[in-house]
């Protein structure tokens, strides 16, 4: 934090409008559900209402639930993506300035990069993240590895890197959390000024420290998440989704990041809610994502530990928040995360978010709830991006109802297609805004086409996962962490259709179940994904000329960084 300027000049570099983005999603919200019931209140809910028969009066009621939670996430997706395009050149102009700004000569605090790693070690990642122009920086592997391959790659690293740290937690207990907590709470407590967390696979630009410290010098926060972009494709997966990643971070963190509002900074290392300071109210909540975030000693030590749970950055999120902690996002300085390897490691990944944000809510809905240092807009915010997670699990249960329950109970409806059309404006809005930005950025339209087409594929597989997810967190199943798996071997037919056949079986009986009660076509386009999604475990197969030459660049790459012997640097931007 600035020694020697203001809390009002600190905060007023900061880009920040005011709450504009959930007002107005709330407002074509209301016009478009009374239009939406109007439209079907006659023919299908009044017999209803009227027949007074509670088990049919309820279903509707739950449908309805998922009616305005599918249109409200629509709208919001293109909100979102409006808000951004509207203010991303001011954001960005404001953060160019504060960037441009020297540190002062006297001020130079000590920054620890906290590598954490559980069999997934990558050397070359760890090696680029350390080649920082800031030399007040420290390298600190926080090791819960309990593979002795990955052990050994640790143990060689370390060799030939002699100022590099390691500390190492071979209970894993607590996962990543608790990783960084027993250093944090451990040998580390007091040994730094400020940290960041880099997850196994995470480049950093060779500035990423020295702009980081610029944000806290010049302004008021306790932490700072960075722009990210998805990148070191090494097969043809890789390669075709992960520029959807590219879109959603900025477009969706520039947003937050501006309109949160700001926090009087807290003047004692321990406070309680109900001391926060509310300078200017928020209409959403800005969090930091778990990796590439730089958060100060004096923020982690008001908040005393990393939350034990999945959620770890959300819940870390809402702790500092709740102090009068201010975070922000920085889309100006970027980090490179690889994105995952194979459709098998993308589903890990939906997965653990589903579980992990449900078990959040769970914990943290009443505190929530009752905090007075959150506006409205700022609880429906953090609703709204915890929910996102599992939205496909509710848009599953509306097709049941609408498909089979609805049929079975002969409930009058309109049409089965009238009551899929929310599920899919919530669908199609994402996809849309992907569309209109790749657009923009030059892709060509049949490029982006066919892009669309494998994504409504890929994402459309997801139902078994998320359903069986949903459950298991609604009957209080503990949430897991689950490591992303950063590599893979040559797959066949019969490990990719082993992988999924429980996403194949599901499909298939939900298709057979719904065309037998509703005899209605959309109801294989919704579910066919399921039944063909798997064929793109094969992708990660093939190879461009392109992902090839990565390919082979990361491997030499790595095997110099365990020796110490690397002297080229990656293109943190590909």
């Not at 770890?312 to 920085?330: H, Q, Y």
């Not at 914990?363 to 991006?385: G, T």
């Amino acid at each position: 934090m600035a020694q020697n300027s203001t809390t009002t000049d600190r905060h007023s570099l900061i880009f920040r409008t005011k709450p504009t983005v959930y007002p107005l999603i709330l407002i074509i919200w209301v016009i478009l559900m009374i239009f939406y019931e109007w439209y079907v209140f006659k023919d299908s809910y009044h017999p209803i209402w009227e027949s007074k028969i509670r088990w049919d009066i309820l279903l509707v009621l739950v449908n309805q639930i998922f009616v305005g939670l599918f249109f409200f996430y629509g709208i919001g997706n293109l909100v979102f993506a409006f808000r951004y395009r509207h203010i991303k050149k001011r954001e960005a102009q404001a953060e160019q300035r504060v960037l441009k700004m020297p540190l002062p000569d006297d001020w130079r605090p000590k920054v620890q990069l906290l590598y954490t790693t559980y069999n997934d070690f990558i050397p070359y990642a760890l090696q680029q993240c350390m080649e920082q122009n800031y030399e007040n920086t420290e390298t600190v592997i926080l090791d819960n590895s309990n593979n002795p391959e990955y052990i050994a790659m640790v143990d060689q690293f370390v060799k030939n890197h002699p100022g590099v740290k390691l500390v190492r937690d071979s209970n894993n207990k607590h996962a990543k959390a608790g990783n960084l907590n027993n250093y944090l709470n451990g040998v580390g407590k007091g040994t730094y000024d400020y940290f960041v967390i880099l997850d196994s696979d995470e480049l950093l630009e060779e500035h990423f420290v020295e702009k980081c410290l610029k944000m806290f010098y010049y302004s008021d926060i306790g932490i700072l998440q960075c722009n990210h972009v998805s990148g070191q494709n090494h097969n043809a997966f890789m390669k075709t989704f992960s520029r959807s990643g590219n879109i959603f971070w900025p477009v969706q963190n520039v947003v937050r990041s501006a309109e949160s509002g700001w926090y009087q900074q807290p003047d004692t290392m321990k406070r309680n809610a109900s001391e926060v300071q509310v300078v200017h109210k928020g209409g959403t909540l800005c969090f930091e994502l778990g990796h590439g975030v730089m958060i100060s000693k004096a923020c982690f030590e008001s908040i005393g530990s990393i939350p034990h749970m999945v959620a770890e950055d959300l819940c870390t999120s809402v702790e500092a928040l709740s102090r009068g902690w201010n975070i922000k996002f920085a889309s100006q300085i970027y980090g490179n995360e690889a994105f995952p390897v194979t459709l098998t490691a993308l589903v890990v990944r939906a997965q653990k978010f589903c579980g992990a944000n449900l078990e959040f809510l769970r914990v943290y809905h009443k505190r929530l709830f009752h905090s007075k240092a959150l506006s409205f807009y700022q609880k429906l915010d953090i609703l709204s991006f915890t929910l996102s997670a599992p939205i496909g699990a509710f848009q599953y249960l509306s097709l049941i109802l609408t498909g089979v329950v609805f049929p079975v109970m002969h409930l009058p409806m309109i049409s089965q297609f009238d009551f899929l059309i929310p599920a899919m404006i919530c669908y199609a809005s994402q996809a849309l805004v992907d569309t209109i930005f790749q657009l923009m950025r030059g892709v060509k339209i049949w490029s982006v086409v066919l892009y669309e087409i494998q994504s409504a594929i890929v994402y459309g597989s997801y139902y078994f996962v998320l359903v069986m997810t949903t459950i298991f967190s609604l009957l209080k199943r503990p949430a897991k962490f689950v490591v992303t798996p950063k590599t893979h071997g040559k797959i066949t037919w019969a490990y990719a259709l082993h992988a999924h056949y429980r996403s194949i079986i599901f499909s298939v009986i939900t298709i057979v179940v719904c065309w037998h009660f509703s005899d209605s076509p959309w109801i294989l386009l919704t579910f066919l994904p399921g039944c063909i999604g798997f064929l793109f475990e094969l992708q990660a197969n093939f190879q461009t000329k392109e992902t090839k030459a990565t390919n082979a660049l990361l491997r030499r790459e790595s095997k110099l960084a365990l020796v110490g012997d690397r002297n080229y640097r990656l293109d943190w931007r590909a």
